[in-house]
């Protein structure tokens, strides 16, 4: 089932960008600026999309002096894996830059497939993409 990124709010498009670069700076700081991360990047911001002025974010000089709370650090993790989802395609690399971005934050790897799994089935257990985001605290523990 392919989501609709036109349903998606203006905020709610706003908070993935902010969680997009915030990955990108995570990891590529961490050293993990590889091809397939590279690649993941370039599709995630195709499907956001990324505008020109965005773009300042990815300056490598940009940095943010604020360290994310926990609170940010799990909407970010629901927004890495609602973008895997965006498009309806499940990528094993997805899975992989997510899974070290869950584990640079201090969370288990497995904890995104989990929140995939619970995205995914969210439609058709009658509980909505809000409801998981809410509650995104229980899902995760």
Known sequence: M????????????????????????????????????????????????????????INPFYQSNEKPTREETLEHLFNLVYMIYLDGIVEDIELEVVSKFAEEMGFAPHIVNDLLKTIVTAPYDGVGIDHVRSHLKEILE
Do not use: A
């Open 2 to 57: 392919k989501l609709d990124k036109k349903k998606l709010k203006p905020e709610e498009i706003s908070s993935m960008k902010d969680s997009f670069f915030h990955i990108y700076h995570i990891l590529s700081d961490d050293g993990f600026l590889t091809k397939e991360f590279v690649g993941c990047l370039l599709k995630w911001s195709i499907q956001l999309p990324l505008s020109e002025g965005d773009l300042k974010y």
